[in-house]
């Protein structure tokens, strides 16, 4: 493919390119690659002038560039076409769609699929190898349904869904448009729903339900819950990673981001565009507000306020977080010099003491 095919393909997220130079050549691009592996003949990206330097030993024929003349200025002198953008990594993702298509069947229904006769399927659907959807589930249409997949009762699954392999949906939860749901993972299982008594643990009933709002992405066996009564919500656009635990009841606003192995236990409330990282913890209850992050490891027990950074466990604003850590390898001697006070002054109290007594 042409470079010029590729800036035509990437369309208005391209500003400027070096076609537009003097002599400026059109090559082949075979595909991408990141800017330290790429060969000759791939495209790839620089995000900003702190990365210039790659721009001498890169092997690529082509590279991403944002608004800096400085590095388009170095491309061009080693003959390395380019394109301008004010978000680099952004057209990168949109160049590797350019090149790659993730795998699609066809639309059409395995032998081995058992499908209850109430289930509503939509138009140009696929369906896998021994898939079970049972009673009165509706799949929307142009949805993938991979093989060994399990559709509880009364699920709705939208348009364009894509369920793939060994994952379950359970009864009544309801899928919007343009989900994902990766390999292993379960929507809409029983919530950790348990009565204390004299006799033991009185198992609580869960006939609530799992929401996921269009577009949402659930990764590789990770486990959304439901509740006892009402539902638990994960609104658009919010992306999970893998192994990632969300409680019965949680509302997730929308274009949230959770890395690997968060755990949000029952109840927990979070706002929109919220990024936790890998192993955040949330207690029962805890209200994250809009925009706010949680760095690794963060144990987040109570709010979070819209917009705060907090790290640590229990947590504490960044900041503050940053100060501690930085103290935390001097406590050893810290506590040495506190003895050392500590005995100068008792030392000091009994000479007063004496002194009155005399």
């Not at 953008?85 to 066809?106: D, G, K, N, S």
């Not at 989900?179 to 198992?203: D, H, L, M, R, S």
């Not at 103290?327 to 004496?354: A, C, F, G, H, N």
Request: aromatic share 6%; net charge negative.
């Amino acid at each position: 493919m042409k470079f010029s095919e590729v800036v035509q393909r990437l369309g208005v997220s391209v500003e400027r390119t070096s076609l537009g130079l003097d002599n400026a050549p059109d090559p082949d691009i075979t595909g991408v690659a990141a800017v330290d592996e790429a060969t000759l003949g791939q495209l790839s990206y620089i995000d900003g002038a702190k990365f210039a330097a790659q721009i001498e030993t890169t092997c690529a024929i082509a590279l991403i560039l944002p608004r800096n003349q400085a590095l388009q200025a170095a491309a061009t002198k080693r003959s390395i076409v380019w394109i301008e953008t004010t978000e680099p990594r952004l057209m990168f993702a949109q160049a590797i769609a350019v090149f790659y298509q993730p795998f699609q069947p066809e639309p059409e229904i395995h032998p081995t699929a058992v499908i209850h006769p109430t289930a509503k399927i939509g138009t140009e659907v696929a369906i896998g190898a021994h898939v079970v959807i049972q009673a009165n589930v509706t799949i929307g249409n142009q949805a993938c349904i991979h093989p060994n997949v399990v559709i509880y009762p009364d699920a709705q699954i939208g348009d364009r869904v894509i369920l793939h392999a060994n994952c379950t949906i359970h009864e009544r939860t309801r899928l919007g448009t343009d989900c994902v749901v990766q390999p292993g993972a379960v929507i809409g299982a029983e919530g950790f729903g348990f009565v204390p008594t004299a006799q033991g643990w009185y198992k609580m009933q869960q006939s609530g339900c799992v929401v996921l709002e269009d577009g949402v992405e659930v990764g590789c066996n990770s486990t959304i819950d439901r509740p006892a009564v009402g539902e638990t919500r994960i609104a658009r656009q919010t992306k999970l990673d893998n192994l990632v635990h969300i409680g019965h009841g949680a509302q997730i606003g929308f274009g949230c981001a959770f890395a690997a192995q968060v755990g949000l236990a029952g109840g927990v409330e979070v706002g929109n565009r919220v990024i936790l990282a890998g192993q955040v913890g949330v207690a029962n209850d805890a209200k994250i507000g809009d925009g706010a992050i949680a760095s690794s490891k963060t144990g987040v027990h109570g709010t979070v306020d819209p917009g705060q950074v907090v790290s640590g466990y229990p947590c504490v604003e960044h900041k503050i977080y940053l100060k501690s850590s930085a103290i935390y390898s001097r406590l050893p001697d810290m506590y040495q010099t506190l003895k050392q006070l500590q005995k100068r002054v008792d030392e000091l109290e009994r000479d007063r003491i004496k002194a009155e007594m005399e």
